[in-house]
């Protein structure tokens, strides 16, 4: 699995790479099972901290498919906002340096 630049500069712990999964796919929803494994999180670590995550409202559960609770990033809450915001630009700073440093050695 690949490191987006945001993980790349911040770490690679669990609550991040599961923030990091549910920015880039913010269309879709997903259960816990499938955050858990697309993310590259274990399912019992993920466990640990979502709730927390569901408390502060960063994610939001937006239906019910069979036995399956499907979430997404709240995208309402401002704090999410801002966040989000602060990952896209970290992501776009990340890639214009490698762009700049592709073009010097070049």
């Given at each position: ?7 790349e500069i911040f ?21 816990m099972t499938d ?34 609770k499907m979430y ?35």
């Amino acid at each position: 699995m690949e490191k987006t630049a945001f993980l790349e500069i911040f770490g690679d712990s669990p609550i991040l790479r599961a923030l990091d999964f549910l920015i880039v796919t913010e269309d879709f929803d997903y259960s816990m099972t499938d955050i858990a494994h697309l993310s590259g999180v274990g399912y019992s670590t993920l466990k640990l901290f979502w709730a927390k995550l569901e408390e502060s409202r960063i994610v939001s559960q937006t239906r019910i498919v069979g036995k399956a609770k499907m979430y997404k990033l709240n995208l309402a809450n401002p704090i999410v906002k801002k966040f989000r915001d602060f990952y896209w630009e970290t992501t776009k700073r990340s890639i214009r340096e490698g762009v700049k440093e592709s073009l010097v050695t070049a």
